[in-house]
């Protein structure tokens, strides 16, 4: 039987490992205190827009970090 050849680049598999995960969760987390705090500072509604985009980043690679710690 002919052994089955993985079409997944090193990047994509890469991307499934949680430590990775929780590494980006920390950093758009990061990130999206400093656009928090630079929106605050001049109320600028794209800082907010970006606060938002990152903080929502963040809790997405949370949740997949959890989900592949705990189930895989």
């Known amino acids: 039987m002919a052994r089955r050849i993985s079409r997944r680049s090193h990047e994509q598999a890469l991307m499934q ?8 969760a920390l950093a758009f987390l990061l990130l999206a205190y400093g656009f928090a705090s630079l929106a605050i500072d001049s109320g600028n509604f794209l800082e907010y827009a970006a606060t938002i985009a990152s903080l929502w980043y963040a809790v997405y690679n949370g949740i997949r970090a959890f989900r592949l710690a705990v189930f895989s």
């Open 17 to 24: 490992n949680w430590g990775i995960r929780v590494g980006l």
